[in-house]
């Protein structure tokens, strides 16, 4: 993406202009933090300049040290902190997190959070809390079914059949699918999202069906297809605050 515009910017329409810069990935190592933030700092710089951008709004996903000096360099007029998940729960690397998130919380001029969960959190360090939950694209789903629109992957798998749409990741509970799929063999479970851990175990079961991806505009029918759809994700504290799409 850095080389996709002139210095990693690239005007994606009249209004939309898009920065991917280049960054050192150590979040928490100090001399990165301080290269990081000079460098985008100064690309930021020259873009605000050339375009007489001025008094800008920050809405920020990201809590880390380095998106908080680039914040602290644009002298914002108001800083919003969209709470989309508990990074700090996300896995054992990212505890550290949790004390720059609590601080970006407290000096947030609003926080917008995507489940309640997470606005509870939120309250404790600021006032300024609403609970935002994801949207839908309602037209896409509600739109007349067809089978002719099931991609021929998973028309071939036989019924009765159980979906799942989502990364097969460190939240998704491996060993309930497992279980499930030992328990009814005659049902097959599909699984449809990209993989990021270990599923030689998942792979070993004739009813179970990885999918790869699926365009967005996919979805829809992929779930129509399916007898039953699951969510089975394991309980942990991020899991508690996720809202999932």
């Known amino acids: 993406n850095r080389f996709k515009g002139f210095q990693g910017f690239r005007d994606v329409s009249e209004r939309l202009t898009v920065l991917a810069p280049l960054a050192i990935p150590f979040p928490y190592f100090?001399?990165?933090?301080?290269?990081?933030?000079?460098?985008?700092?100064?690309?930021?710089?020259?873009?605000v300049q050339a375009n007489r951008f001025h008094d800008p709004v920050v809405i920020s996903f990201l809590p880390t040290p380095f998106i908080q000096r680039v914040i602290d360099g644009l002298d914002p007029e108001a800083v919003f902190y969209y709470c989309a998940n508990d990074m700090a729960g996300g896995s054992p690397g990212a505890s550290r997190l949790?004390?720059?998130?609590?601080?970006?919380?407290?000096?947030a001029d609003a926080?917008?959070?995507?489940s309640h969960a997470l606005e509870t959190r939120a309250r404790r360090l600021n006032s300024r809390v609403r609970v935002v939950?994801?949207?839908?694209?309602?037209?896409?789903?509600?739109?007349?079914?067809?089978?002719e629109q099931i991609p021929a992957d998973l028309a071939a798998i036989p019924l009765p059949r159980v979906g799942y749409v989502g990364t097969i990741g460190h939240v998704f509970?491996?060993?309930?699918?497992?279980a499930a799929a030992q328990a009814l063999p005659a049902?097959?479970?599909?699984?449809?999202?990209?993989?990021?851990?270990?599923?030689?175990?998942?792979?070993?079961?004739?009813?179970?069906?990885?999918?790869?991806?699926?365009?967005?505009?996919?979805?829809?029918?992929?779930?129509?297809?399916?007898?039953?759809?699951?969510?089975?994700?394991?309980?942990n504290r991020f899991t508690e605050s996720v809202y999932a799409c």
């Open 30 to 47: 100090r001399p990165a933090i301080e290269l990081n933030q000079w460098w985008v700092a100064a690309v930021i710089g020259r873009w």
């Open 98 to 107: 949790q004390a720059h998130e609590d601080a970006f919380l407290a000096r």
């Open 111 to 114: 926080v917008w959070c995507i």
């Open 133 to 147: 939950s994801a949207g839908v694209d309602l037209a896409k789903f509600l739109a007349p079914r067809s089978g």
């Open 173 to 178: 509970d491996h060993g309930l699918i497992c």
């Open 187 to 235: 049902v097959h479970f599909v699984l449809i999202g990209p993989i990021s851990v270990e599923v030689s175990a998942l792979r070993a079961l004739p009813n179970v069906h990885f999918l790869g991806p699926k365009p967005h505009d996919m979805i829809p029918a992929c779930i129509d297809a399916c007898d039953v759809m699951l969510i089975p994700y394991a309980r």
